[in-house]
C-alpha cells in the first residue's frame, strides 16, 4: 500500500481591520482631487481649472466617451472583444443626424441607438456565430461605418446642405439647471474663497447646463452596475464571460447573451455618437467627428477595470482634460503638469506608509520628472495641448496595466455545445 503525501491547502489571509466600502474610498478620492485643483488654481492663478464653465465644458465632452466606454463594459463582459466601438459611434453620428433633421432631438437618440445596433449586430454574427477574429471583426466595422456614412452622406444629405461631408443642422435639446443649488454655487464661485469656491465651481458646473442626455448618460452607470452585478440577467452574462463551457453546462444559452451583450455594447455606442451630433456646439452630422472617441471610450473601460464606477472616473478624466486645453488652451495644461506633481507626492507617501518603497521611489521620481518639465517650459504648445487627451489616455493605461482583472474567456473563440 502506498501512503500518498498531501500538501495542506495555504490558510487564508486574515485582514486586519475593515476594508473601507467603495463608496467611502470614491469619496475620499474625488476630495483629494478636489484639494489638488484647488491648491494648483491658487498657486498658479489658472482659475479656469475649477470654474463651472470648465466642469460643463467637460461633461460634454465626456458624454461620448461615457457611452463608448459602457459600449464596452457589455460586450466585453460577456467576453466578446469590441475594438469596433469606434465604427458603431460613427454610425450612431449619421443615423442620429438623419433621424434628427426630420424628428427632433429625442428621434435622433433613437437613430443613434438603431445605427449603433445594427454595427453590434454585425459584429456578434462575425464573432458569435462565423468565430471571426474579434479584433479583425473590429476593425471591419470601423472601416465598413466610415465607408457607409460617406456613401449614406453623399446620397441623403448633399441635396439638403449641398456639402458631403456635413449635415443640416438639426434641433438640440434646450438646457436646464437644478436651482435654487445651481445659483447657490455660482454665488459662492464669485467670492473666489479658497478651496470652497473651487468646489463650488466644479459641483456648479455638475448642475447647471444639462440636458436630457447627459442625465441618461450618468443613470446608465448604476443601471449596468445594478443589471450586470445584481440581476440573475448579469450574473449569466458576465459567467459567458468568465467560463461559457461551465455557463453553458448549467443551462445559459451562452449564444443568445453575447448576441443580446454585443447589440447593447453597439447600441450603447451609437448613443455616444448622437451626443456627438446633439452637442451644442456643432449640430449635426460632420464627416470625421468622433476623432476616435470610440478608441478612448475603450481605453477608459480598462482603464476601470471593466467595471462602471472606473469606466465613469477614466471617463471624466479624458473629458476634464480636453475641457480644459479647449477652455484655457496650453497655459492652463500647463498647470495641470503642476497638479500632476502634487499626485506624484501624494501616491509616493501612500506606497511608503504601506512599505510599498519601490511604488513610492517610481512615482516619486515621475513627479520629479513632470516638475522639472513645468519648470523648464513657461507654456505648453497649443498644437501640443490639443493632444493632452491622446497622451492621458497612454499614460493612465500604462499605470493601470499593473493592477488590471479582465474577464478569464475575453477573445476566446467559443463553439455551441463544449460544456456537453
Not at 462565423?130 to 471591419?140: D, E, L, P, Q, R
Amino acid at each position: 500500500m502506498t501512503a500518498v503525501e498531501t500538501t495542506p491547502a495555504p490558510a487564508p489571509q486574515v485582514r486586519n481591520g475593515r476594508r473601507l466600502p467603495g463608496w467611502a474610498r470614491a469619496a475620499i478620492v474625488v476630495a483629494i482631487g478636489v484639494g489638488i485643483l484647488a491648491i494648483t488654481t491658487t498657486l498658479t492663478g489658472q482659475y479656469q481649472l475649477t470654474s463651472s464653465g470648465t466642469t460643463q465644458a467637460a461633461v460634454r465632452l465626456l458624454l461620448p466617451i461615457l457611452f463608448a466606454a459602457l459600449g464596452g463594459l457589455w460586450a466585453e463582459r460577456s467576453g466578446i472583444i469590441n475594438i469596433g466601438l469606434e465604427g458603431m459611434m460613427i454610425l450612431g453620428t449619421w443615423g442620429a443626424a438623419w433621424a434628427g433633421f426630420y424628428g427632433g432631438p429625442w428621434a435622433a437618440v433613437i437613430g443613434g441607438l438603431v445605427f449603433g445596433a445594427l454595427g453590434g449586430l454585425l459584429h456578434a454574427v462575425a464573432t458569435v456565430s462565423f468565430g471571426v477574429n474579434h479584433i479583425v471583426s473590429g476593425v471591419a466595422i470601423t472601416l465598413l461605418g466610415m465607408g457607409i456614412t460617406q456613401y449614406l452622406a453623399q446620397l441623403i444629405f448633399v441635396p439638403l446642405s449641398r456639402n458631403p461631408r456635413q449635415s443640416p443642422r438639426i434641433e438640440g435639446f434646450e438646457t436646464f439647471s437644478i436651482q435654487p443649488l445651481a445659483d447657490w454655487l455660482s454665488a459662492l464661485e464669485r467670492e473666489q474663497r479658497v478651496l470652497l469656491s473651487d468646489a463650488a465651481g466644479l459641483l456648479g458646473g455638475l448642475v447647471s447646463g444639462l440636458t436630457p442626455l447627459v442625465v441618461l448618460g450618468f443613470l446608465l452607470v448604476p443601471v449596468s452596475y445594478y443589471v450586470l452585478w445584481r440581476t440573475r440577467f448579469g450574473l449569466r452574462l458576465r459567467s459567458c464571460g468568465e467560463n461559457p463551457v461551465a455557463a453553458e453546462s448549467l443551462g445559459v444559452q451562452v449564444f443568445t447573451y453575447k448576441y443580446l451583450a454585443v447589440i447593447i455594447s453597439g447600441a450603447f455606442a451609437g448613443l455616444g455618437g448622437a451626443a456627438l451630433t446633439l452637442n451644442p456646439g456643432q449640430l449635426g452630422y460632420l464627416e470625421g467627428q468622433t476623432g476616435g472617441r470610440g478608441y478612448i471610450g475603450l481605453a477608459a473601460m480598462i482603464f476601470g477595470n471593466w467595471r462602471p464606477g472606473g469606466l465613469l472616473a477614466g471617463s471624466a478624466l479624458f473629458g476634464y482634460v480636453d475641457g480644459v486645453q479647449l477652455r484655457a488652451g496650453g497655459e492652463a495644461v500647463h498647470a495641470l503638469l503642476y497638479a500632476t506633481t502634487i499626485l506624484a507626492v501624494i501616491v509616493a507617501v501612500f506606497w511608503a506608509v504601506r512599505r510599498h518603497w519601490r511604488s513610492a521611489v517610481v512615482a516619486l521620481a515621475a513627479g520629479v520628472v513632470v516638475y522639472v518639465v513645468y519648470w523648464a517650459i513657461p507654456e505648453v504648445p497649443s498644437e501640443f495641448a490639443s493632444y493632452a487627451p491622446q497622451l492621458v489616455t497612454l499614460l493612465v493605461l500604462a499605470v493601470a496595466s499593473q493592477r488590471l482583472r479582465p474577464p478569464a474567456a475575453i477573445g476566446l473563440e467559443y463553439r455551441r455545445g463544449e460544456g456537453d
